[in-house]
């Protein structure tokens, strides 16, 4: 079985390798899934290049991935969601750089008939990370003005959609190369932050805000469009207490047990369903590993808004 795996931390293009695996037993709640497409995240990169390494080491070789769509070809005894030949959507703690992976049945969902290949994989980690942020963390009431800054970017398009289908007002910010983009996704105003500063424009209307930008660049903006005691969120790091000028609730946004992948994939899919949710793929590479160290040069540098998917 071929995986993509890396051998040491460092640089795309000096760690990753392809190695030969053992394919793993499937014990009485888990399944065999091959994999047809998977999704390159932004935290691949960060253990990639050992930047998280105090928080999330790993024993190498170590094979990325949390995003991957494919077929059930084995099931356990306990499993009763899914058959042999169903065509599923996976969000397992890692491993889907490769042809198959074991997960347990409950990180599975089935893809649905309209959604292709490419999407399927790019959906899990922006999806559920939307999904709880909104769901699980803030169970945001639909009368709520949410600010999204990095609206265009995988979690935040997201975000804006849900908080569409959730009857929200959503104040949202991205390079004005997006705009159209960001619009189209449901955002009801918007302000190219390379144009304009966010902050001045929306200054104190957001119940809540939201920073889905890449290492939380948007803070002191993002301060200033929050309301006084409000609620501001970031995926990456909050501003200090002594930096904070408003008053509220600050939040580093983290997964915790208790959130469901289940519950998520199954709100996600059902708006997939309803013509309510698109996922923005913007670049699919083929099954090889030049695609995939191709994939993680892009991610660090400037990507296009969109996941970027490899597939067989």
């Known amino acids: 079985m071929k995986r993509f795996a890396i051998n040491d931390y460092g640089k795309a293009s000096e760690v990753f390798e392809v190695i030969d695996a053992q ?32 928080i999330r080491s790993v024993n190498f070789p170590y094979v990325l991935g949390h995003d991957g769509t494919g077929i059930v070809t084995e099931t356990g005894s306990q499993v009763t969601d899914f058959q042999v030949g169903d065509a599923v959507i996976i969000y397992p703690i890692s491993g889907t750089y490769g042809e198959e992976v074991v997960l347990p049945a409950k990180k599975a969902v089935k893809r649905p008939e309209s959604m292709s290949i490419s999407e399927a994989a790019g959906l899990p980690t ?6 709880n942020i909104l769901h699980q963390l803030l169970k945001v009431a ?3 003005v949410v600010m999204i800054q990095g609206a265009s970017g995988g979690v935040g398009s997201m975000l804006v959609q849900l908080l569409k ?38 200054s104190n209307r957001a119940d809540i805000v939201i920073d889905a930008t890449k290492g939380s660049r948007s803070a002191k903006s993002g301060m200033a469009i929050l309301k006084e005691n409000g609620t501001y969120v970031a995926l990456n790091s909050i501003p200090e207490e002594k930096e904070r000028t408003k008053e509220g609730t600050y939040i580093f946004f983290q997964t915790k047990k208790e959130y469901l992948d289940k519950e998520a994939f199954e709100a996600l899919t059902t708006l997939y369903k309803n013509n309510q949710l698109e996922i923005n793929i913007a670049e699919v590479l ?27």
Do not use: C, W
């Open 126 to 131: 922006v999806g559920i990370t939307a999904y």
């Open 286 to 312: 083929p099954f090889t590993l030049a695609s995939v160290i191709k994939a993680h040069e892009e991610i660090e540098g400037h990507p296009s808004a969109g996941k970027i998917v490899i597939q067989k």
């Open 23 to 54: 394919p793993r037993d499937v014990s009485e709640e888990h399944i065999r899934v091959n994999i047809e497409a998977f999704g390159i995240n932004p935290y691949d990169i960060g253990v990639r290049s050992g930047g998280m390494k105090q």
């Open 142 to 144: 639909k009368e709520s």
């Open 165 to 202: 289908a959730n009857g929200n007002y959503v104040l949202a910010s991205a390079s004005s190369k997006n705009e159209e983009l960001v619009k189209h996704l449901g955002a009801d105003e918007f302000v190219a932050y390379d144009i304009e500063d966010a902050g001045v424009v929306f």
